[in-house]
């Protein structure tokens, strides 16, 4: 049989991992994906986790148009959150479920 080559991506709010069906869901879906040998690519958020971590470190934010504004001041604290906690948890919980999955970033050094 032929690998087939094509690509598969899911995008993944914020939101939506925090909430354990979901996930279920979406690790279902992988699961099927994978069955016919697609390569299946993640794209997350992670708003309410860096509205969490902005807040705990007493730096405000507010959102434009549905748009959140950032400043140099966030950018540390959301990639931090993004590569260190939502994208390393999610890859975590995917393994989990025997799957066999890394974590990427634009932000991280190769």
């Known amino acids: 049989m032929m690998k087939n080559l094509d690509r598969v991506v899911l995008k993944?709010?914020?939101?939506?991992?925090?909430?354990?069906s979901a996930l279920k869901e979406v690790i279902e879906s992988i699961r099927g994906y994978l069955r016919y040998e697609y390569q299946v690519i993640i794209v997350h958020g992670g708003g309410p986790m860096i509205n969490q971590e902005l807040t705990n470190q007493?730096?405000?934010w507010k959102f434009i148009?549905?748009?959140?504004q950032t400043t140099g001041e966030m950018i540390t604290v959301i990639e931090d959150v993004l590569v260190n906690k939502v994208n390393k948890d999610s890859v975590t919980h995917l393994n989990r479920a025997n799957n066999n999955d890394v974590g990427l970033s634009g932000a991280q050094d190769t």
């Open 12 to 20: 993944l709010g914020g939101s939506s991992l925090q909430d354990p």
């Open 58 to 60: 007493g730096i405000s």
């Open 65 to 68: 148009n549905g748009q959140r």
